[in-house]
Structure formats: structure tokens, C-alpha cells
């Protein structure tokens, strides 16, 4: 054996298979079905101990349906970035649109140079630029709140669409990350809608976008808690609330009761004050009733009627969580 001229060692190579089809997940066709983030169903527990035939509930709760701040709905990005249009992929990039050796270049270097074959990133990065022209107050604005506001959005909008294309696979980092932009945007709204009213609504329409505050923002160094969704606590409010517009309907019967009972009343009152004031005619007294208090009260039954058989009269008042029970007719049945 020569060990001055070591024999050579087998290469290794290293085969990457990739995953049959029968374990990959099914990406769907229309992807305007998508639903980002995790979504946790209304899902009723039967608490063990408890009768509603012994302590009824009037009212009915249901936990509500919870969907990430990620979820285009939930953050007001309602028109993604279709909404700002196509970008021109034969224009340069945003570093080269001023360079002069590309304006002596062949037409193959500007289309090996051109958007179309290069990243993401630069795509995004020419349609921010075409978009802030529109925003900004002047070519060196890139500090106010609208300009910010408008960047964000277009990160949250391309993050978004990454997550959609890449549904049914989940990235949690990025989604880490863009909760924390919209997050970060609201406040950024919500201070450009204290400073600027008539700006914070243009920049809306102009970004077609929501927005839509959460109860636990709070201005910078103040804790607010947050309140969980309690199965208990919301069903005392909802009680408190069903109590108060029972109350509200009860008085609203009875007040149409006592108005509906006006005319007859009115009408008995000028009956009766005719009567008095004919007799005091007769008999010579001092007259304590005149005719114009006898056809105050005609006019009054009138008024009444009329407001009766108005259409106003007979609307129904709408109620958040009280229903009115309907109690049918038991059927007779003619022997």
C-alpha cells in the first residue's frame, strides 16, 4: 500500500427526494375563499349543575367566532393591492432609473435588467414609489403620518398575499410580524385622525381602507386591560339589557293604551261639559264653562284619531334582544 498516494475516497452524493402527492396538502384553485389566521368556532360547553328549567335564561349567548388580526376583514384591508394596479415589469428598478449606461444598453440588457426578472421586493419597491407621489406633500416627504401610513399599508397588503398563495401552509413568523404592523398602523391612523380629520378620511377612501379600533388600544404608556369574552359577564349584560327593553316595552304598550283611550274620553268630557253648561243657562247660575273650551276638546279627539290612523303610530319599535312571545289561538274543533 503506497500511503504517499492515498487511494480516493467514493464521492458522496446527496439526493434530495421530495414528498409523494398523496402527503402534500391540496392548494385550492380559488384562493378568494381564504380565511388568515386561526379561526375558533362557537362551540357551546353545557355547564354540569345548572337547569334552565329551574333558573331560565331569557336571553341567548353564544360565543363569538374569533379570527386573528391578520385576517384582511379583521385589520380594513378590503382592497389588497389590486387596488393600487398593475406595475409596469419593462421598467427598470428603482436603483437604475437613473444610470446612463443603461440608456446606451441593448435592448436584451434592459429586459434582463427589467422588473420582470427581478425580485419581489423590487416590484414592491417601484409600487410604493408610484403610489407615495400621490401622498406626499412634497418629493422629500417621507416622515409624515401619511406617507408612513401608506407604506405600511403596502407591506401589510404584500405579506397578505404571500400568506394567501402559500395557504394551505402556514409561515407563524410572518404572521408574528404583520400583526405587529397592523397594530402599529391603527395607532398611527388613530393619531392622524386627532390631528387631521379631513386628511385621515381622504387617506381612507385613497387606500380603500377600515378603520377599525380595538378596545384595548390606548395612547403611548397607558395599560389598559383587555376584558376576555366571559360566558357569565356577558350574560348578565345581555340580562340587564333584555330587563330594559322589557320595561321600555311594557310602557309603550300602556302609553298607546292610555292614548288610544283619548278620544272617548274627550268626547264623554265635551258630552258632559255641554250638559253642565245647559243647565247653568237655565238656571241663571254663573256660566264656569264656555264654548271654547267645548270645542278644545272636539278638536283634541280629532288630532287624536288622526294620529291613530296614521302609518307612524303602528310601527314596530325595534328591540336588540327582546322578542315579543306570540301567543296563538288554541284551535277549536266543532263536534
Known amino acids: ?49 345548572i337547569s334552565d328549567k329551574t333558573l331560565p335564561i331569557h336571553v341567548k349567548w353564544d360565543r363569538p367566532v374569533m379570527v386573528e388580526t391578520v385576517n384582511p376583514q379583521v385589520s ?14 419593462s421598467q427598470p428598478p428603482v436603483q437604475l432609473e437613473n444610470s446612463k449606461a443603461l ?10 435588467l427589467s ?33 408612513r401610513i401608506t407604506i405600511a399599508t403596502i407591506k401589510i397588503r404584500n405579506i397578505q398575499h ?29 393619531k392622524l385622525r386627532e390631528k387631521d380629520y379631513k386628511k385621515y378620511e381622504w387617506l381612507l377612501e385613497k387606500l380603500n381602507l377600515l378603520y377599525k379600533p380595538m378596545p384595548h388600544d390606548a395612547p403611548d404608556g397607558v395599560l389598559v386591560p383587555k376584558e376576555n369574552v366571559e360566558r357569565k359577564a356577558s350574560i348578565e349584560r345581555l340580562t340587564s339589557l333584555w330587563c330594559d327593553e322589557l320595561r321600555r316595552h311594557r310602557l309603550r ?18 258630552e258632559k261639559l255641554r250638559h253642565i253648561l245647559k243647565e247653568e243657562q237655565e238656571l241663571g247660575l254663573d256660566q264656569t264653562v264656555t264654548e ?25 319599535e325595534e328591540y336588540l334582544i327582546y322578542k315579543e312571545e306570540v301567543k296563538r289561538a288554541e284551535h277549536t274543533y266543532a263536534s
Not at 413568523?173 to 400583526?179: A, F, N
Not at 302609553?255 to 265635551?270: C, E, I, N
Open 253 to 270: 304598550a300602556y302609553q298607546r293604551h292610555l292614548v288610544a283611550g283619548q278620544p272617548d274620553f274627550l268626547l264623554k268630557k265635551a
Open 162 to 190: 404571500e400568506l394567501v398563495q402559500l395557504y394551505p401552509y402556514k409561515n407563524q413568523p410572518v404572521k408574528h410580524v404583520l400583526t405587529h404592523k397592523i397594530s402599529h398602523r391603527r395607532k398611527m391612523l388613530s
Open 292 to 316: 271654547e273650551e267645548i270645542e278644545e276638546c272636539l278638536k283634541k279627539a280629532e288630532d287624536v284619531k288622526a294620529i291613530l290612523e296614521g302609518p307612524e303610530y303602528h310601527e314596530d
Open 76 to 89: 380594513g384591508d378590503i382592497g389588497g393591492l389590486e387596488h393600487f394596479g398593475q406595475v409596469d415589469l
Open 1 to 49: 500500500m503506497n500511503f504517499l498516494c492515498p487511494r480516493k475516497l467514493p464521492t458522496l452524493t446527496f439526493v434530495r427526494y421530495s414528498r409523494p402527492n398523496r402527503e402534500k396538502l391540496q392548494k385550492p384553485e380559488d384562493k378568494s375563499l381564504v380565511i388568515l389566521g386561526k379561526t375558533k368556532p362557537s362551540v357551546a360547553f353545557p355547564k354540569p349543575g
Open 115 to 147: 422588473l420582470d426578472f427581478a425580485r419581489r421586493r423590487d416590484v414592491m419597491e417601484k409600487l410604493s414609489q408610484e403610489v407615495l407621489k400621490s401622498v406626499q406633500m412634497h418629493p422629500r416627504d417621507f416622515d409624515s403620518l401619511e406617507v
Open 103 to 112: 440608456e446606451t444598453a441593448t435592448e436584451d440588457v434592459k429586459r434582463v
